[in-house]
C-alpha cells in the first residue's frame, strides 16, 4: 500500500501516536478526489500567509479543500502557534508543548485580513491549555485587531472549548465575533477513544453559553462521520444541538490523515449525507450543510449570508403568525 509521504512525514509532530499500530488507509472512493492545490491567486494567498508569518489550519490539518478556498482567498487562520497541548485522535495539528503567545499576532492576522480584502474571516486556534484563560484574551484581541483594521468585515472565530470555563467563555462572546463555531466533532460514545481531552457536554454547554450571554450571536457546530458512529447517535447529537439553540451544524466525511491516527470505519456515500442533511433541516436548524467533503469553515462567508437570510426570514414567517 503506497501512503502520502508528506502526511507520513506529518506523522512525526505526534509522538503520543507512534506507540499506535498502522492503520490501513484504503483507497477513497471517487466522490472524495479534489483538485491539487494550483494557480496565481492560490499562490498569491500562500505568499499572504507566510509573509505575515501565520498559520493556517488548511495547512496545518492537511485540508482537503486548501486549493478551493485559497483559489477564492479564502483561509482559516490558526492563533496561537502550530502546536496543541491535545491529542485527538482524528487531528494531524502537531501536539506538544506550545511556544510563548506572540503578542503581535492579533495584529499581523488583522493586516493579513485587511491585505486579503476579506469580507468573512474565520479564526480558529489550537488548544491551549497551559494557559490559565486557554487563550480567551488572545482571541478578544484578535477580533479586535480585525474589527479595527477591517470594520466591515464578519469575523467568524472557531475557538476550543476553554476548559469549560464561564468567564472565558462570556470573554469572548462579548467580543462579538459575528459566528461563535465550537465542534463537537464525533458521538459521545467515541469521545473516550477519539477526542480525549474534551467533553462532550462540556462542549455542548459552551454552545449553550454563548447564546446566553448573547442571542444575536450565530451559533455553529461540526461533526465527522465514518469514525463508527450510527445514524441514529448523528441525529440525537443534533437533537442536542438544537436544544443548545444552535443556528448550524455542519458534517463531512472523516478522513484519515496518517497510518497512525483513527481509521476510517465507513465512506458515507454522497446520499447518504443527503439523508443526514435533510434530517438536520428537519430539525430546526438556520443553516446545514452535509456533503463528504464539508468542513466546519469551508465556503464560510458564503454560508454567513445565507444563515442572515434564513433568520430574518424566520423573523418575518413569525411576525406574520
Known sequence: MTYNTDLLDKAKRHPEKQKNPDRPM??????????????????????????HKLTTVCEEAGCPNIGECWDKKHATFMIMGEVCTRACAFCNVATGRPDALDKMEPLRVAVAVEQMDLNHVVVTSVDRDDLPDSGAAHFVKTIGAIRYKSPETTVEILPGDFRGKQEDIDSVTRAKPDVF???????????????????????????????????????????????????????????DLRVAG????????????????????????????????????????????????????HHA????????????AKMNAAAAE
Open 246 to 297: 444552535v443556528d448550524f451544524i455542519t458534517i463531512g466525511q472523516y478522513l484519515q490523515p496518517t497510518p497512525k491516527h483513527a481509521a476510517v470505519d465507513k465512506f458515507w456515500t454522497p446520499d447518504e449525507f443527503k439523508q443526514l442533511e435533510k434530517m438536520a433541516r428537519a430539525k430546526g436548524f438556520l443553516m446545514v450543510s452535509a456533503s463528504p467533503l464539508t468542513r466546519s469553515s
Open 181 to 239: 463555531n465550537h465542534n463537537l466533532e464525533t458521538v459521545p460514545r467515541l469521545y473516550p477513544s477519539i477526542r480525549p481531552g474534551a467533553r462532550y457536554f462540556r462542549s455542548l454547554r459552551l454552545l449553550e453559553r454563548v447564546k446566553e450571554v448573547d442571542p444575536t450571536i450565530f451559533t455553529k457546530s461540526g461533526m465527522m462521520v465514518g469514525l463508527g458512529e450510527t445514524k441514529e447517535e448523528v441525529g440525537q447529537v443534533m437533537d
Open 26 to 51: 484504503g483507497a477513497k472512493p471517487d466522490w472524495i478526489k479534489v483538485r491539487a492545490p494550483q494557480g496565481k491567486v492560490y499562490s498569491e494567498t500562500r505568499q499572504i500567509v507566510k509573509k
Open 301 to 312: 462567508g458564503e454560508d454567513f449570508a445565507k444563515l442572515q437570510a434564513a433568520r430574518e
